[in-house]
């Protein structure tokens, strides 16, 4: 049957001018309320106000415009039901075939700084989701749509099927009504819960719901279908929402490890750094007096890892940090912006690596939410925007006050390497620090400490000392670098076998959180050797 009546509410009146006269043009009845007849009527189209065909005012400043038998009965009456269509004629109520509406800017509104509790309630959309709802529920003979996306897709398919659309698109459009109606929701639950005092032993209702997600080439591995969606609500410098200015489609993998290196380097935000990641763990990192120096510094933290890796950056990219890369493979490099030059050389110099501009400026992580899945169920945490709670050092040799700035940087790297983690950290040059050696999730400590995080010190090293002019032997080179270098633990030693391979390597500075059973076996140890321990009591083990 051809559309005969419209009616068109929306806050985002994109497109929607055009809409409405197009719509007018193929013979249709425009209804709308407030500010969008409005817009429609200087505009020249002809319609009609919702309170004219209720014969109902609005009222309450608005809060009561469509909640009305003429509005909801005209929507979800079945055609061709007899009973329906007996009660239709009996209360005189005329059918609505198409209803386009937007929902007001609640989103938008609690993302603004200082928004006030009666701003966030008062933008809260009740008359238009109850519109939605009713359409989308009665789909098999009114179409809705909610996304300015769509009204070229929906007057397309009434030009093509004598004014009305098909079954198949008014489907596709209510499922797509009822997906923002529950995203929507939750974040109007989302902040309500925000709002309440913290009830002991008990979580807020979590609601999560998302717009339609794009599809991936595959997942984790080729045989795993796989999808994307995005956060509405995301209100800091994100992976989701980097603009793609060159290269090959993001792949699963790309987006994990981009999100990894995102949230490594913004540790380090404020000053030229790298976090250089290969399967989430960062195998560089560095700080520099510029960006290329912070990078080609990086990049010598792990060679053989970073190839093929993956790399975000506190600053925008200019042609000396992006000549850094030639003839080195990266899949994906993550920046808060590319100057000009930079980004034609890159371009010119790989077809396939991503160039992902952030939208947002790069800071420290703000208090947020992360969300896991499980078989049956999530789980729901505080992000880890801490760094240390205190810094005691128990042991007899002082942990010298210059040294601290090198032990920070070691624990901003140590939280996002996988648990167990050990890292080994120097100051390359005054006031430059990079990642020396890094072991990453072991069953046990001693394994991330003896036989990675030592191990990978000592091989790049060895390619430190081949480019260096040190002129003693590469022994005494190892010694000097090592002794001058700080090792971070995620979490706390449970033995003291740690320190003693520690002590083995030279190592005569070492940070972790404290509290084990052993802490006073350790704190020996440590004494024994004469190494300076710090403790921090604040654990970063990352699973």
Not at 141 to 149: N, R
Not at 251 to 262: E, K, P, Q, R, T
Not at 370 to 376: D, E, N
């Amino acid at each position: 049957m051809k559309i005969q009546r419209a009616l068109i509410s929306v806050s985002d009146k994109t497109g929607v001018l055009e809409f409405a006269k197009t719509l007018v043009g193929m013979g249709v009845e425009l209804l709308s309320t407030g500010g969008t007849a409005k817009a429609i009527r200087e505009a020249g189209i002809p319609v009609k106000d919702v309170s004219e065909f209720t014969g109902f005012p609005e009222m309450l400043d608005g809060r009561v415009k469509t909640l009305h038998p003429k509005v909801h009965g005209g929507l979800l009456f079945l055609r061709g039901n007899v009973e329906h269509e007996a009660t239709v004629k009996q209360y005189g109520l005329q059918p609505i075939d198409l209803v386009c509406v937007n929902l007001y800017p609640f989103e938008a509104t609690v993302a603004k700084p200082g928004v006030s509790f009666e701003d966030a309630i008062e933008n809260i959309d009740i008359g238009g989701p109850s519109m939605l709802r009713s359409a989308a529920k009665n789909h098999r003979s009114v179409t809705v749509v909610t996304d300015p996306a769509d009204y070229s897709r929906v007057l397309e398919s009434l030009k093509v099927n004598g004014g009305n659309t098909t079954g198949a698109l008014r489907r596709e459009l209510a499922q797509k009504v009822y997906a923002r109606t529950a995203q929507y929701d939750a974040a109007i639950a989302t902040y309500l819960a925000g709002q309440l005092p913290v009830e002991t032993g008990a979580g807020a209702p979590l609601v999560v719901a998302c717009a339609k997600g794009s599809k991936l080439r595959y997942g984790e591995n080729p045989h795993q279908e796989a999808f994307f969606y995005k956060n509405a609500s995301a209100d800091e410098a994100c992976i989701a929402f980097t603009e793609i200015l060159h290269g090959k489609e993001m792949s699963y993998n790309n987006y994990v490890d981009g999100n990894a290196a995102l949230e490594a380097v913004r540790e380090l935000a404020g000053a030229p750094a790298v976090a250089i990641v290969k399967h989430t763990n960062p195998c560089g990192y560095a700080t520099g007096a510029t960006l290329a120096e912070a990078l080609e510094t990086a990049w010598g933290g792990d060679p053989v890892s970073s190839f093929g890796s993956v790399i975000a950056v506190t600053v925008p990219v200019d042609l000396d940090a992006a000549q850094v890369l030639k003839g080195r493979f990266v899949e994906a490099l993550i920046a808060p912006d590319f100057a000009p030059d930079a980004l034609e050389y890159l371009k010119s110099k790989s077809k396939d690596i991503r160039l992902l501009k952030l939208h947002k400026p790069l800071t420290a992580a703000a208090k947020s939410k992360t969300i896991r899945q499980i078989g049956g169920g999530l789980l729901v945490q505080d992000k880890d925007a801490s760094l240390l709670d205190q810094w005691i050092v128990p042991t007899e040799q002082m942990f010298p006050e210059d040294k601290r700035p090198l032990a920070e940087f070691g624990i901003k790297v140590c939280k996002h390497v996988k648990s167990n983690a050990i890292v080994i950290v120097r100051e390359y040059k005054p006031g430059q620090f990079a990642l020396l050696g890094m072991g990453a999730g072991q069953p046990n400590r001693v394994d991330a400490l003896r036989k990675l995080a030592v191990t990978k010190a000592r091989s790049n090293l060895e390619d430190l000392y081949k480019k260096s002019q040190y002129g003693r032997s590469p022994k005494e080179f190892e010694t000097e670098i090592f002794g001058q270098s700080v090792l971070v633990s995620d979490a706390f030693f449970p033995f003291s076998d740690n320190i003693d391979y520690a002590a083995e390597a030279g190592i005569h500075y070492i940070v972790q959180p404290g509290g084990s059973k052993k802490d006073e076996e350790v704190i020996s140890a440590c004494d024994k050797y004469g190494i300076a321990m710090a403790v921090t009591g604040t654990r970063h083990f990352l699973h």
